[in-house]
């Protein structure tokens, strides 16, 4: 028999606002977290799959004092909470709290939560994966040598509608939202030629998208 080989594990990196939850400006107060209903099922199958599940999240709010550092665990701690209620499970949540103007190495796109989460949970961020509702999120899934799915939750509408067409790389996946991605996600995982189901923008170039650059 062979030694079981240990091998880093590619990961599912989720966005918080707009993918797992409502986008509602600052979350500045835990009454305004509203969870998606199929959010917890989305990332319980993820679970059931055997795909570790990270969040990473731009937080600017903290940074402009807007926020206090303690709320975003306060969030975070409630998703959590309300996701084992569903058997489903985060493996770790890791946020930005710093502004653009900071020069930070962890605000998205840039790829430092990602690093430090592959670090700290031995994941591979080759061929893995970023969920989210933002140009910035596709960024950086590709800054990162992942692969980007966008959800039309949230931002994701508007910004595959009126700047899609702009993005230097688009997205591997488009998905109506979390429940949607996270399917697209597994069967592409099991063959990557089955996912065809892609949402143009107007005005896109079909040749483009989905293994046609
Ligand atoms: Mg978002
Ligand atoms: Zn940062």
């Known amino acids: 028999m062979t030694q079981p080989r240990a091998r ?21 107060h835990i009454s305004r977290l509203r969870i998606f209903p199929f959010a917890a099922p989305a990332v319980r199958r993820l679970n059931e799959a055997g795909l570790p599940v990270i969040v990473v999240t731009n937080q600017s709010g903290v940074a402009r004092g807007i926020i206090p550092p303690a709320l975003v665990d306060e969030v975070h701690d409630t998703i959590q ?6 058997g489903a499970r985060i493996d ?10 900071d020069g930070c190495d962890c605000r998205k796109p840039l790829t430092g939560l990602m690093k430090r989460a592959a670090r700290e949970h031995s994941l591979e961020l080759q061929g893995s994966w970023v969920v989210g509702d933002r140009g910035a999120d596709v960024q950086l899934a590709h800054n990162a040598g992942a692969r980007g799915v966008l959800v ?13 067409t702009e993005w230097p790389r688009p997205p591997e996946i488009v998905a109506d939202d979390l429940a949607a991605a996270v399917e697209l996600v597994l069967q592409y995982e ?5 996912v065809a189901a892609v949402t143009l923008p ?8 989905l293994g046609g650059r």
């Open 190 to 194: 099991a063959d990557p030629r089955r």
């Open 152 to 164: 039309l939750t949230g931002y994701g509408r508007g910004e595959w509608e009126w700047h899609g």
């Open 92 to 101: 770790a949540f890791y946020a930005c709290t710093h502004r653009r103007e």
């Open 81 to 86: 909470r309300e996701f084992a209620a569903c």
């Open 202 to 209: 107007a005005g896109a170039d079909p040749s483009r998208l």
């Open 8 to 28: 880093c594990s590619r990961a599912v990196f989720l966005d918080r606002d707009g993918t797992i939850c409502e986008e509602v400006g600052y979350l500045n």
